[in-house]
C-alpha cells in the first residue's frame, strides 16, 4: 500500500485557505525533499512550490498539478476552513505518485515537475503561479478532480472535465440614510439593492447556450431598525459553459444593477471579485490520460467526458500558455452529498486509484 492515505489524513486536518497554505506547502515540501526530490518553495512569494525529478536523459517536460487551499464556511455561526472540495485528496495523490515514481525509477526520459498551488478557490493561484514562471519550460501539464457520485463512481474515471467559466462580481450601492419614520429623505440602499436582483433574474441569452447567474451573498445593516440603510452589498455568481458568453453575460449583468438602482435614486459600482476561464484542454494529453485509465481500471472503467457547471481556475495555465498541452480528468469516489458541501465526503479507497492513474500517465509519457 502507498502512502497516500497518510499523507492524507495529515493534511485533512490542517485545512488553510488561498494564499495561508503554510503548515500544508511545509508537509508536502518536507515530504517531497525526504524522498531525494528538489522542491523550490515560495513561487512567487506564496505558498505554491514546484517539485522536479529529473531523469538525466533529454526528453519532454511533463507537470502534474494539485491544489492545495480548502474552503471557508460559516458552521453554526463560527468562521473556519475546511476541505470539501477534495484539494488535501489531490494533494496527497501528485505527492504520493511523485514518491513512488522516484523510488520505482520509472521516469526514463526529460523531466517531471510538481505543481502544488495555493489559492484556486480565490482564482487566483494558477495565475500566482504562471508569474512565478512554474510553466516556463512545461509542454503538457495534467490536473485532476474528484468527482460527485451522480458523475462517477469508485472504480470509474473520465479522461476529460470540461469546466465553465465563472465571474464573480459585487455590486456595492450607494444610498443616502434617513428616519426610517420620513423615508423621502433618502434612498433606501435595500430597496435598490432587492431590485438589483430582480432586474438581473430578468436577464436572458439565448436557449442554445449553458449559462446561470444568481446572487449569492446580501449584506446591508444600517445598525439599527428605525434608519434608512445608506449602503448594501451584494454579490453575484455568473456561469458559461464558453468564454465568450461570459463577456456579455457580465455586461449586461453589470448594466441591469447600476440602471435599476439609478431609478430609486441610488448608484452602483461593479467590481469583479474573481474570474475562471472556461476549459480548454488538449486531444494529446487528454488520450495519455485515456490510456492511462484503462491501464489502471480497464475499458469498463473508462467514461465519456464529462461536462460541469463548476469552474477551475487550472484552466489559466493553457489561456495563459498555448503552447502547452493541458489535460484534466476526473476521478470516481462516491463523493457526497456534493462538492463544497460542509459535510462533504468520499470514498478514500479511490485515493490510491488516483495514484495509479497519474503513475501509469507519466510512464506513458517519460517511461
Same mark, same amino acid.
Given at each position: 500500500?502507498?502512502?497516500?492515505?497518510?499523507?492524507?489524513?495529515?493534511?485533512?486536518?490542517?485545512?488553510?485557505?488561498?494564499?495561508?497554505?503554510?503548515?500544508?506547502?511545509a508537509y508536502i515540501a518536507d515530504q517531497l525533499e525526504s524522498a531525494g526530490i528538489k522542491v523550490t518553495r515560495g513561487i512567487n512569494n506564496t505558498t505554491g512550490m514546484v517539485a522536479e525529478i529529473d531523469s538525466g536523459v533529454p526528453g519532454p517536460v511533463l507537470a502534474l498539478r494539485a491544489d492545495m487551499d480548502a474552503l471557508g464556511? *460559516? *458552521?453554526?455561526?463560527?468562521?473556519?476552513?475546511?476541505?470539501?472540495?477534495?484539494?488535501d485528496g489531490h494533494s496527497s495523490v501528485v505527492l504520493t505518485a511523485a514518491q513512488e515514481l522516484l523510488n520505482e525509477g520509472a521516469i526514463k526520459k526529460g523531466r517531471l515537475k510538481l505543481l502544488f498551488q495555493?489559492?484556486?478557490?480565490?482564482?487566483?493561484?494558477?495565475?500566482?503561479?504562471?508569474?512565478?514562471?512554474?510553466?516556463?519550460?512545461v509542454e503538457m501539464i495534467l490536473g485532476f478532480h474528484v468527482r460527485p457520485l451522480e458523475e462517477c463512481h469508485v472504480g470509474q474515471a473520465t479522461p476529460a472535465v470540461?469546466?465553465?467559466?465563472?465571474?464573480?462580481?459585487?455590486?456595492?450601492?450607494?444610498?443616502?440614510?434617513?428616519?426610517?419614520?420620513?423615508?423621502?429623505?433618502?434612498?433606501?440602499?435595500?430597496?435598490?439593492?432587492?431590485?438589483a436582483v430582480q432586474a438581473v433574474n430578468a436577464i436572458h441569452l439565448p436557449p442554445g447556450l449553458t449559462w446561470s447567474v444568481k446572487a449569492t451573498r446580501f449584506l446591508c445593516d444600517a445598525g439599527?431598525?428605525?434608519?434608512?440603510?445608506?449602503?448594501?452589498?451584494?454579490?453575484?455568481?455568473?456561469?458559461?459553459?464558453?468564454?465568450?458568453?461570459?463577456?456579455v453575460?457580465?455586461?449586461?449583468?453589470?448594466?441591469?444593477?447600476?440602471?435599476?438602482?439609478?431609478?430609486?435614486?441610488?448608484?452602483?459600482?461593479?467590481?469583479?471579485?474573481?474570474?475562471?476561464?472556461?476549459?480548454?484542454?488538449?486531444?494529446?494529453?487528454?488520450?495519455?490520460?485515456?490510456?492511462? *485509465?484503462?491501464?489502471?481500471l480497464g475499458?469498463?472503467?473508462?467514461?465519456?467526458?464529462?461536462?460541469?457547471?463548476?469552474?477551475e481556475d487550472f484552466f489559466y495555465y493553457p489561456v495563459k500558455n498555448p503552447q502547452v498541452k493541458a489535460g484534466f480528468w476526473g476521478l470516481g469516489t462516491n463523493l457526497v452529498p456534493g462538492l463544497h458541501h460542509p459535510e462533504m465526503r468520499f470514498e478514500l479507497s479511490s485515493l490510491e486509484i488516483g495514484v495509479k492513474i497519474f503513475k501509469a500517465a507519466v510512464v506513458r509519457v517519460l517511461g
Open positions: 500500500m502507498s502512502n497516500v492515505l497518510e499523507h492524507y489524513h495529515f493534511l485533512h486536518e490542517i485545512p488553510e485557505l488561498g494564499f495561508q497554505e503554510f503548515k500544508t506547502s464556511h *460559516i *458552521i453554526d455561526g463560527v468562521a473556519c476552513a475546511r476541505h470539501t472540495c477534495g484539494h495555493p489559492a484556486e478557490e480565490l482564482g487566483a493561484g494558477a495565475l500566482a503561479m504562471i508569474e512565478g514562471g512554474a510553466l516556463e519550460d470540461i469546466y465553465s467559466a465563472c465571474s464573480t462580481l459585487e455590486a456595492t450601492i450607494k444610498g443616502a440614510p434617513a428616519h426610517a419614520a420620513r423615508p423621502h429623505l433618502g434612498v433606501n440602499a435595500l430597496d435598490a439593492a432587492v431590485q439599527v431598525t428605525n434608519s434608512v440603510p445608506d449602503e448594501a452589498r451584494v454579490v453575484w455568481d455568473l456561469r458559461s459553459q464558453e468564454n465568450a458568453p461570459m463577456e453575460l457580465k455586461e449586461k449583468v453589470t448594466l441591469a444593477i447600476q440602471h435599476s438602482v439609478a431609478a430609486l435614486g441610488a448608484k452602483a459600482d461593479v467590481a469583479v471579485l474573481k474570474e475562471m476561464p472556461a476549459a480548454e484542454i488538449h486531444e494529446e494529453a487528454t488520450a495519455v490520460i485515456r490510456a492511462a *485509465i484503462v491501464d489502471v475499458e469498463d472503467g473508462l467514461l465519456d467526458t464529462k461536462t460541469t457547471p463548476g469552474s
